[in-house]
C-alpha cells in the first residue's frame, strides 16, 4: 500500500506540472499560433496524467476508507463527542471533487484541441479548461499532502 500512496503522490506531482505548464502554454499561444503545438502536447499530458491519477486514487480508496477514513477522521472523541477530524473526511471528498473537476477540464480542453475549434470561443474555453484544471489539480495535491500528514501524525498511515 505505501509503495500505491508513493506513485500517487510522484504521479501527482506530474500532473500538477502538466497541467500547470498547459496552462501557462495556452495563454503564452495567445496571439501566436505557432505555440498551439506546444500548448496541444501539455493538453495531452495532463489528460494523461490526471486520468492515471485518478485511477490510482481509486485503486487506494477501499483501503484508504477502512484505514483512514473510519479508523482515524471519523473517530469519535474520547468523551464520546464527535469526531476531532471530522472535518479532514470532508476536505477529502472535496479533494476528489476537485481532481473530478480536473479530469473532465483537461478532457474537454484535449477534446477541443483535436476537433481544431479554432474560433474565439473555442481558444476562450481552452484557456479556461486549462487554467481550471491546474487550479484544481494544485487544490488536490496540497490538500492530499495536508491530509496525508495529519493521518500518518494521527495513526492512519497516509490518504
Known sequence: ?????????????????ALTHHAVWVLRELGQPRLRAQSRRYARLGALLVSGQLAL???????????????????????????PLGWAGRLFALKQQGAAGALVLALLALLLYRAGEDSRIGQRLRRVCAIGAAALAWFAAVVGLLLTSIASIAGGGGS
Open 1 to 17: 500500500m505505501r509503495a500505491l500512496l508513493l506513485l500517487h503522490a510522484a504521479v501527482g506531482l506530474a500532473t500538477v506540472g
Open 57 to 83: 486514487g481509486s485503486l487506494m480508496y477501499p483501503v484508504y476508507r477502512v484505514r483512514v477514513q473510519l479508523a482515524v477522521f471519523q473517530l469519535p472523541a474520547l468523551d464520546g463527542g464527535p469526531a
